[in-house]
């Protein structure tokens, strides 16, 4: 499928799908996960044919909610990750790696506002975010057209605390824009 017809599914999906998932989930709130959701992984599947039309070395930007980090922990890593002590009690370790490793910056943001200043003040050619479905498709929907490649988060102990991901689906994904 020629790149521009991708560029014109995600105009639809960010323009027409995601305003009628909102209409719907306001009838049937008990069914607003899964439409965001669902909207989350249709803007997963049309970013991926586009990653072959990023500029040569693209940009990336890892953009992380804060509530990966241990409830307990005293570091403040939303300044930078590298105060982090690598404990390895969350995933945030996981993360110093990658950074150490492939050089991409990784931004822990308290909310959706702090989460678009940081897609705004870097101006990433693509970004790979986790968050909770809510927060993905409303960063996805507001950062457009930036690129946000989003990874739900895991809850094992309710929202906003002590949440996790899978370590293997980040990589994954970084693994395609290498
Ligand atoms: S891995 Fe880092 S952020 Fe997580 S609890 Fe340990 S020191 Fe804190």
């Given at each position: 499928m020629k790149i521009k017809l991708y560029f014109l599914f995600r105009f639809l999906i960010v323009y027409f799908f995601y305003p009628l998932m909102q209409l719907v989930s306001f009838i049937f709130p008990k069914r607003r996960e899964p439409w965001q959701a669902l909207f989350i992984k249709l803007n997963n599947t049309l970013l991926f044919p586009l990653i072959k039309n990023l500029p040569l070395n693209p940009k990336i930007l890892i953009l992380l909610p804060h509530?990966?980090?241990?409830?307990?922990?005293?570091?403040?890593?939303?300044?930078?990750?590298?105060?982090?002590?690598?404990?390895?009690?969350?995933?945030i370790k996981d993360f110093v790696d990658i950074q150490d490793k492939t050089k991409i910056p990784v931004a822990v943001a308290t909310g959706g506002t702090l989460a678009r200043k940081a897609i705004r003040e870097e101006r990433p050619d693509f970004v790979v975010a986790c968050a909770c479905e809510r927060d993905l498709a409303t960063g996805i929907y507001d950062a457009y057209p930036f690129m946000v490649y989003g990874i739900l988060n895991k809850r094992p102990n309710g929202p906003c605390v002590n949440t996790t991901l899978d370590i293997k689906e980040f990589e994954a994904v970084l693994e395609k824009l290498s």
């Open positions: 509530c990966l980090q241990f409830d307990d922990c005293v570091f403040r890593i939303t300044k930078s990750i590298k105060n982090c002590a690598s404990c390895g009690k969350c995933v």
